[in-house]
């Protein structure tokens, strides 16, 4: 009787620590498998919650993609000690979807102040045939680049005004055309300007002074022809020249004349600001 007790109680306390040691193991193994899936780049970043009871796995929760679903079931099954895995995960793209990617905002286009703009005008223009602040048109004659790529385009279509018009008797006998841009056409949008403004007035028989004001610009030039009752004549001035048009010729008249398609060239006062290129 007694060693039959002393039997129950030895078997009693062997089932305890069976008990015991298999709780451990389930612990360890669901452990185990849990750091594993955190840690796989494939499963890194799903939700997954493992459970495990006497070698059977039971996996949890969300994964991002199927390829991840099965990477967390294979990673259970290799585990050592687990006889079956039982998977209730779903798949949820949203889990690991990366964080979009911000594209860089491009940039607007800056043509810099200073840049010559060289243009024929569509119309003629005279001391004595223009009226002081008359518009005129005129296109590009010289595309312009910035950092290397086109920006504008010659053909592109451009707007001027006539600054200043007198003819002889208004001042001191004097005949003065002043002329300026204020816009022009890119991609079919018109945008405004500020250039320098080019100023020819002539003085006496057969003398003109010529210069560039506005902004303190410099760099105007015309290269078409200023001719008197007229007739075209042509004269000559480099693009940039620092000191404006120069040269020219003059009848007795003393009237300053720019024939339709001269050649201007006019300095931005300002930078112009363009959308950035699609």
């Known amino acids: 009787m007694r060693y039959a007790t002393t039997l ?8 305890g620590l069976s008990i015991g040691c298999s709780r451990r193991t389930d612990d360890t193994v669901a452990k185990d498998i849990q750091e594993k899936v955190a840690a796989d780049p494939d499963t890194k970043d799903s939700q997954v919650t493992v459970t ?21 079931e294979q990673i259970a099954h290799e585990e050592p000690g687990v ?3 039982i998977d209730h995960t779903t798949i949820d793209s949203t889990v690991a979807s990366p964080p979009p990617v911000q594209k860089p905002e491009p940039k607007p286009i800056v043509v810099p102040a200073g840049t010559v703009l060289t243009v024929r005008t569509k ?14 048109l005129a296109s590009l004659a010289q595309s312009v680049s910035v950092d290397g790529k086109p920006t504008l385009v010659a053909g592109s279509s451009l707007s001027g005004t006539v600054v200043t018009a007198k003819s002889k008797g208004k001042i001191k006998g004097e005949g003065q055309l002043d002329l300026a841009l204020t816009s022009i056409s890119v991609a079919g949008h018109t945008y405004q300007i500020k250039t320098n403004v080019l100023s020819s ?26 001719a008197g009752g007229g007739k075209g ?19 007795g008249n003393k009237q300053i004349e720019i024939p339709a398609e001269a050649a201007l060239s006019f300095t931005l006062a300002e930078a112009l600001t363009l959308p950035p290129a699609e």
């Open 52 to 72: 495990a009871k006497e070698g059977k796995v039971t996996l949890s929760g969300k994964v991002g993609t199927p390829a991840a679903q099965q990477k967390a």
């Open 8 to 15: 129950v109680v030895i078997m009693s306390m062997l089932m």
């Open 83 to 85: 006889a079956d895995v």
């Open 201 to 226: 007035t002539a003085k006496g028989k057969g003398k003109r002074t010529a210069a560039t004001t506005g902004g303190g610009a410099a760099g105007g030039a015309l290269i078409g022809g200023i």
């Open 233 to 251: 004549a042509a004269i000559g001035a480099g693009v940039g020249a620092a000191a404006g048009f120069v040269g020219g010729a003059l009848t």
């Open 123 to 136: 119309q003629m223009l005279g001391s004595k045939s223009s009226q002081t602040g008359q518009a005129f």
